[in-house]
């Protein structure tokens, strides 16, 4: 996030920053909870209120000199995207970065926030982002309740119930998994038969993007007016979702060009789909999927978008067949070690035959979102994580009329994400200037 501190009352002190910050995250669970295991117990982790919570342990503060550029701020976000959690903590970390406006304008900062996907998924970490913004710059007269702690069951009652949960998963597979699971392919097939399908897994081809990577991260970051995207939308007859893709596959396909790597198969992305509210499930990361094509192989900005929204139509209509949270409950009945076996067989068979490409994820935006704890929103941009098997992750919401972007990378897959985020501002003004149209404050990055 990029903030303007002019309007936090009382005037900016990292002091009073982290006290505001403490106040509300005492009354978030997300953010105070900690995943815990009993030795003896077979079933999954449980969220646990972490007794010994210290808003120190997760907010640190960074300092840097005057006239600090935009590359050199990447270069710290994405150092730090890099770095693991302490897995004993509630799994997030907040840096604030001061002193990126120089002497020149000090109310300048930058704000990021890093949570673990275990912890939230796109809509949960809205949601948390939601919670530490508002409408207005005075904070709220009166905070929710603290988050309180399960009452206590003891440790006995604990294994005991968790052995009980990893007896009942065969009953689970069998009653309820494997029937939906067999519908699904089934309905994969009959649809692959008429050339209706979403894109088959393993069916994407072998690209650099797909090559191993490291723990090292490099981000970049664009804005789009929504404006803008949404006049593409209206006048093509698709959805923001299609022309985002599609700017997407223009990126990808134009560095793969580049390299003279570009292969005759079009790309695949992977788009998870939010399954929240339709299962009784808990779990604060509830996605599932879907396999979209990125139509690489057209050259033609408005063909590939056409052939882009076609594509997504298909991929809608059978992942709703689908029961849509089979992937959550294969979770369900698959422990650690099975998963950590079925983890290391993916990751060999990607280097192979891939999944998918690249990550694209599209996610509502926080709201409010014009002012966190005081400070008036400048940018807010978001970045999700890589995946075995695919090397570059596109997330995109939608803030106060603003389409923001976060791609991230590693390095050793691509060494420089600044084409690509330019490119996305480059692909929409070929398509406004297509039928006529003008682009908008942000087409020139």
């Not at 503060?61 to 005057?66: A, D, L, M, T, Y």
Request: contains cysteine; aromatic residues 6%; proline residues 7%.
């Amino acid at each position: 996030m990029e903030l303007d501190t002019a309007t936090i009352p009382g005037g900016y002190s990292f002091e009073r920053l982290r006290d505001d910050l403490a106040s509300h995250v005492r009354a978030m669970p997300e953010l105070r909870e900690k995943p815990s295991k009993r030795p003896l117990d077979p079933d999954h982790p449980m969220w646990l209120l972490d007794n010994d919570f210290d808003i120190d342990n997760h907010l640190h503060r960074i300092k840097v000199g005057p006239n600090v550029g935009g590359k050199v701020l990447d270069g710290i976000c994405g150092r730090f995207a890099g770095l693991p959690l302490d897995r004993g903590r509630p799994l997030w970390e907040m840096w604030v970065i001061e002193g990126m406006g120089g002497r020149a304008d000090s109310r300048r900062l930058a704000v990021l926030l890093k949570v673990h996907h275990a912890a939230a998924d796109g809509v949960t970490f809205a949601n948390v982002i939601s919670q530490l913004c508002s409408a207005e710059p005075e904070p709220e007269p009166e905070l929710p309740c603290p988050a309180k702690a399960a009452a206590a069951t003891g440790p006995l009652r604990e294994t005991l119930d968790g052995m009980i949960g990893f007896a009942r998963r065969p009953l689970y597979l069998a009653a309820r998994v494997l029937p939906a699971a067999l519908a699904a392919v089934v309905d994969a097939i009959r649809r692959a038969a008429a050339g209706r399908a979403m894109a088959a897994p393993f069916s994407a081809p072998r690209t650099a993007l797909n090559a191993r990577f490291t723990s090292e991260r490099n981000v970049a970051f664009a804005r789009l007016d929504l404006g803008d995207v949404k006049r593409v939308k209206d006048h093509f007859g698709v959805k923001v979702n299609d022309v985002v893709a599609a700017l997407v596959g223009g990126v990808v396909r134009q560095l793969l060009v580049d390299r003279g790597e570009l292969p005759m198969a079009s790309l695949v992305a992977l788009e998870p789909v939010s399954v929240h509210g339709l299962s009784d499930s808990t779990a604060r990361n509830q996605v599932s999927g879907m396999l979209v094509s990125l139509q690489t192989h057209i050259a033609d900005p408005v063909e590939r978008l056409l052939a882009v929204a076609e594509a997504n139509t298909f991929a809608k209509e059978q992942v709703s067949a689908i029961t849509p949270t089979l992937l959550q409950d294969f979770g369900e009945v698959v422990g650690p070690v099975l998963l950590g076996v079925a983890k290391r067989v993916y990751a060999r068979l990607t280097e192979f035959r891939p999944m998918y490409n690249v990550i694209l994820s599209n996610v509502p935006g926080p709201d409010p979102a014009r002012y966190f704890l005081g400070a008036r929103v400048v940018a807010m941009y978001p970045f999700g994580p890589l995946l075995h098997g695919a090397g570059l992750n596109v997330t995109l919401w939608s803030v106060n009329g603003t389409l923001y972007i976060g791609l991230i990378s590693c390095p050793a897959v691509i060494p420089e994400l600044t084409g690509l985020a330019d490119g996305m501002a480059a692909g929409l003004a070929a398509l406004l200037t297509d039928f006529g149209d003008e682009p908008g404050a942000f087409a020139a990055g």
